[in-house]
């Protein structure tokens, strides 16, 4: 094929010239056919035009015969044996043989993944154009060319399953990773031999599995945090009632601490700050212990048609006040045509108020917070919290998301508010996007279905 959509005309070779070859071109035009002549049999075993028939009288194909048994890396065709000047005998094979070629090229076409067929070096010799789209360029840039240079050889330790297919003659379906294309690749390669067994290379098919990936992981992790949160409730109940108690102690020895009588006594001058050291912790053992209940409900949400606007509105007034007391400024983009969604409000704001403080804990005071609304295609509206603060080092990225992970200090975090936030989003059908730079800030945005769409996510 010469390019996208345009199927490659059939092209047949003439060794020698004279009048046989005159009577095939003067027969031939018209019909798809490009008659191609060659003086040699060095120049027409070393062309690389992609001959379907070779036609020659007795004496030279039988030396072309012998020629290609020699040459294993020789490009296929059919050997055509001339006996006269005249073409028209053979038409009916040429038509049936070009009639064939269109019909299989255009189910190899059909084909939606990338499919390409190697020979024995690696080299393309034929391909379709799901593997044009993807590798953006003309199937005739294509053929010719080693996969390698096309895809990309795997990294340093990665398998290459086309390249141990090749070697070892075995078919083997396996994933990988090509310099040259995205992401993860499901490669089927399946070698085929000729007609006496003897192994001519490979068909190669390949297959974007990122999708199915993305959504195995978010199943894990799913699963993960249920498991995570029906422990979380089971500890933070069994904290809870002791907890219960020694707060009650505290508070009462609290009221006897203030007795002049007992204060007067030296020993016992420092138990009331003992006393109040320990009723601030037992304040802060129950913010952790409401955090892990909240964590680890299961609630389905209560949806309805809600206006995404008038929730970024109302939550960025409940932090405009911190947002003020620590100095950093607070801007609103709000896209006006932005479509409604099915949401539970006070789920979902509860999850852009944990995103904002979030923002807020990472900026330093004169530092900017934007929140953002827009639409992400055509099914579906995104809302960005994005900040200039600290950033967030590319290996706590997976991280974030995970119960009880955080980069705070000891005492003013319990790393569960980003795992909440991604419980209720999910639990919306709909994803969580993070981008971050260390030293630049981290841009983190909800991305939901907009009432009434259909989604694929889970």
């Known amino acids: 094929m010469s390019g996208e959509g345009e199927p490659q005309r059939l092209r047949v070779g003439v060794l020698g010239s004279g009048a046989e070859g005159a009577y095939w071109a003067s027969d031939l035009g018209g019909r798809g056919v490009d008659v191609i002549f060659f003086q040699s049999l060095d120049a027409l075993l070393e062309a690389q ?76 010799v034929r391909a379709n154009l799901g593997l044009a789209r993807v590798l953006q360029r003309p199937i005739g840039e294509i053929i010719g060319a080693p996969y390698g240079d096309l895809l990309g050889r795997p990294g340093q330790g990665s398998i ?56 195995q992981e978010r199943m894990q992790q799913a699963s993960r945090l249920a498991d995570i949160g029906q422990l979380a409730a089971g500890v933070a109940h069994e904290i809870n009632t002791p907890l219960a108690s020694i707060a009650l102690r505290a508070e009462s020895l609290l009221k006897v601490a203030g007795d002049p009588q007992l204060q007067a006594v030296e020993s016992f001058k420092n138990f009331p700050r003992y006393l109040k050291t320990i009723d601030e912790e037992i304040f802060r053992c129950k913010k952790i212990i409401s955090a892990l209940l909240e964590f680890s409900r299961v609630r389905r949400p209560e949806t309805r048609v809600i206006d995404l606007n008038a929730l970024a509105e109302k939550a960025a007034d409940l932090v405009g006040h911190q947002m003020k007391l620590k100095q950093v400024s607070l801007a609103l983009q709000l896209d006006g045509g932005l479509p409604h969604i099915r949401a539970d409000d006070g789920q979902l704001r509860q999850a852009l108020i944990a995103l904002l403080m979030n923002a ?33 080092p590319p290996e706590n990225l997976d991280k974030i998301f995970s119960p009880f992970f955080t980069t705070k200090p000891v005492g003013q975090g319990t790393g569960l508010g980003l795992a909440i936030c991604h419980g209720i989003v999910t639990s919306h059908r709909g994803e969580i996007r993070v981008e971050s730079k260390v030293g630049q800030g981290t841009r983190l945005s909800l991305v939901l279905p907009v009432a009434g769409a259909q989604t694929g996510r889970s």
Not at 66 to 80: E, G, I, N, Y
Not at 163 to 169: K, R, V, Y
Not at 367 to 381: S, W
């Open 49 to 124: 035009v992609g001959l379907a028939i070779v036609v020659a009288n007795p004496t030279e194909a039988a030396r072309l015969a012998a020629q290609v048994a020699d040459r294993p890396t020789s490009p296929p065709f059919a050997l055509l044996v001339s006996s006269g000047t005249q073409a028209h005998p053979h038409l009916r094979l040429v038509e049936s043989l070009l009639k064939g070629k269109n019909e299989w090229e255009r189910t190899f076409d059909a084909i939606v993944d990338p499919v390409a067929m190697l020979d024995r070096t690696g080299t393309v």
């Open 360 to 392: 807020l804990d990472a900026t330093r005071a004169g530092g900017h917070v934007d929140l953002q609304t827009r639409r992400d295609g055509a099914d579906a509206v995104m809302l960005t919290v994005a900040d200039d603060g600290m950033g967030i």
């Open 160 to 215: 290459d399953p086309i390249a141990e297919s090749l070697s070892d003659g075995r078919a083997r379906t396996e994933e990988a990773r090509f310099a040259r294309l995205p992401g993860v690749q499901q490669v089927t390669a399946s070698p085929y031999n000729d007609a006496d067994g003897t192994p001519q290379g490979a068909v190669v098919i390949l297959k974007d599995v990122n999708d199915i990936k993305e959504q």
